[in-house]
């Protein structure tokens, strides 16, 4: 009985090497829990000819939006772990509502990490038209009208939410949160002056600020932000702490073989490594992670110390979604 189970073991281990061995013989969907046209996807999109390349099929992407994200990213955590199917989504998607809603998944237990893909900053904007000209002033302005000033928010518990929330903790300030169904929505009301204030992901206002439609504050980083280095850092523009960053990664079901991790990982490295890859990704206001960072056991250290910072974070905000 016994040679016989080891006898099975050693066939089964031998099918899981010939696998990763031949991995991949068929295209490779990525899917991405938010909607087309977004900031992720067209990263994903501008990554998928060197994607390509490099695994030697073609790469299938499949945006599937609803409850947060949550519903794509647990057609990634129900597939088959073969490298076939993997998810490409945010901090937002895949820390914040891992605790804002209450998925069918448990992104600790469920994922491996692949890699960690490029970051960008939120950032704190506002109408131009509000009487603050930096952050400071509009602290004071918030204390003096609390509980008054409108912020915008993508959902009752997105990113924007969450951000508001550790800006008010970390300055003594209130705000009423206002949700809309996408930042697009969202950013035309600040244009138009329909609503104060929003920590919006950098890149989506980018243009409107250039524009002078809105002014920004601050952006979210310990460092200012590449794209836009006129506007302060929080800890420059007065509210030191309150740090976060709105970086992608890519993950594949719990179990997939660490051979096929390894080429995955090799092959989105090699994408953020390609100069014409990395000029349309600086393009878009991304940052590519450090050398460091950048390897599936890398991620995975970076992704706990997340999971514990806004878990604890989000908890105490009292923030969520039923």
Not at 4 to 20: D, E, H, K, R, T
Not at 182 to 187: D, E, I, N, Q, V
Not at 188 to 216: F, P
Not at 271 to 289: C, F, H, K, Y
Request: aromatic share 8%.
């Amino acid at each position: 009985m016994r040679a016989a189970f080891v006898a099975v073991i050693a066939i089964l281990w031998g099918v899981a090497a010939a696998q990763a061995q031949s991995y991949p013989s068929k295209p490779i969907t990525i899917v991405i829990p938010l909607a087309a046209g977004g900031a992720v996807d067209t990263m994903v999109r501008t990554m998928m000819e060197s994607l390509r390349a490099s695994l030697g099929q073609p790469i299938l992407v499949e945006n599937i939006g609803g409850a947060g994200g949550t519903t794509g990213i647990n057609r990634v955590a129900r597939a088959a772990p073969d490298g076939y199917t993997i998810s490409v989504g945010t901090w937002g998607t895949h820390v914040v509502n891992a605790f804002v809603y209450s998925p069918p998944y448990d992104l600790a237990k469920d994922f491996e990490t692949v890699a960690l893909l490029p970051s960008v900053p939120h950032w704190i904007i506002a109408r131009k038209n509000l009487p603050p000209t930096n952050l400071r002033e509009l602290v004071v302005y918030m204390k003096a009208n609390a509980g008054k000033v409108t912020a915008a928010s993508v959902g009752a518990g997105g990113s924007s939410a969450i951000c508001s929330y550790y800006l008010g903790k970390a300055t003594g300030t209130t705000t009423t949160l206002v949700p809309y169904r996408g930042g697009a929505p969202a950013l035309q009301d600040i244009v138009a002056g329909n609503v104060d204030t929003m920590c919006d992901l950098a890149a989506n206002s980018l243009s409107q600020v250039r524009a002078g439609n809105i002014k920004a504050y601050a952006v979210t980083s310990k460092k200012r932000w590449f794209a836009a280095p006129d506007v302060p850092t929080v800890d420059e523009a007065g509210a030191p702490g309150v740090e976060l960053s709105n970086w992608l990664g890519a993950y594949a079901p719990k179990g997939t073989p660490k051979d096929i991790v390894a080429k995955l990982n090799a092959a989105f490295n090699g994408a953020m490594a390609d100069p014409s890859v990395r000029q349309r990704i600086d393009n878009q206001g991304l940052e590519i992670p450090p050398p460091g960072q950048q390897t599936p056991e890398a991620f995975a250290v970076y992704l706990k110390s997340e999971m514990d910072k806004w878990g604890a974070i989000v908890r105490e905000s009292g923030i969520k979604v039923q």
